[in-house]
């Protein structure tokens, strides 16, 4: 099963809108990234945050975790027909399996 | 700045044929990976390597193999091909795998595979 889950599966917006999307976890982590995917490509990381911090940002991103509701939520500001792409959070979970764990992503459309 | 590089892109197969998806990495990393990546299933691990000369199961590894023949390279086999195995493998690599440190993944283009 995904230990990540992206909400809303899809969105559409218009350009210069925000786009806000989140991811839902199931357990202890040490910390969350988010992905960014264009068709047909790999995916690109974006942004990390660690399980100690509430809060980060970089450029148009701001990333927030929630680890009492283990949920984080990534927000896109001012969007472009650029950012047209599935957006995937990851999460680095506290078990012995080294390596990340991906949700099923938020596929986001920027109307021009 | 090549990064990840896997091969083939594209390759179609017949139920039961084997084959082996190339993955190599020039960015001096310690981790490699294998993901593949369904419709509407985000991406699985299938096996991953945490360091040269090691090798684990992922989330789904039944129907794989792999070989970390050295630092840069991490291939993923087939031995007898089934339709559910039709998906989009997409090769990755990381510097390590220390969690603490938080720890990027770096992903290869991706390799379409069909199993007919």
């Known amino acids: 099963s995904q230990q990540g889950e992206e909400d809303p599966q899809a969105l559409s917006i218009q350009e210069g809108e925000n786009a806000t999307m989140n991811c839902s976890y199931k357990?202890?982590?040490?910390?969350l990234q988010w992905y960014r995917q264009n068709s047909g490509r790999g995916l690109v990381h974006l942004i990390l945050?660690?399980?100690?911090?509430r809060e980060k940002h970089s450029g148009r991103l701001r990333v927030t975790l929630d680890t009492s509701k283990k949920s984080s939520s990534l927000l896109i500001t001012a969007s472009r027909a650029a950012d047209t792409a599935s957006y995937f959070c990851a999460t680095d979970m506290d078990t012995g399996r080294r390596a990340l764990t991906f949700g099923s992503g938020t596929r986001l459309q920027v109307q021009p | 700045n090549a990064g990840v590089t896997q091969t083939p892109k594209f390759q179609v197969l017949k139920t039961g044929q084997s084959m082996t998806l190339q993955c190599a990495q020039d960015m001096n990393h310690n981790s490699m990976y294998w993901y593949r990546q369904d419709p509407g299933m985000g991406l699985r691990l299938i096996y991953y390597s945490a360091s040269e000369g090691t090798t684990d199961k992922g989330e789904v590894p039944n129907g794989y193999n792999v070989s970390r023949l050295n630092k840069r390279e991490f291939s993923l086999r087939l031995e007898s091909a089934a339709p559910s195995q039709t998906s989009v493998y997409f090769c990755?690599?990381?510097?390590?795998?220390?969690?603490?440190?938080?720890?990027?993944?770096?992903f290869g283009e991706g390799s379409w595979l069909t199993v007919v």
């Open positions: 945050i660690r399980s100690n911090e």
């Open positions: 357990t202890s982590i040490n910390n």
């Open positions: 990755a690599s990381s510097e390590t795998t220390g969690s603490l440190s938080g720890n990027t993944i770096y």
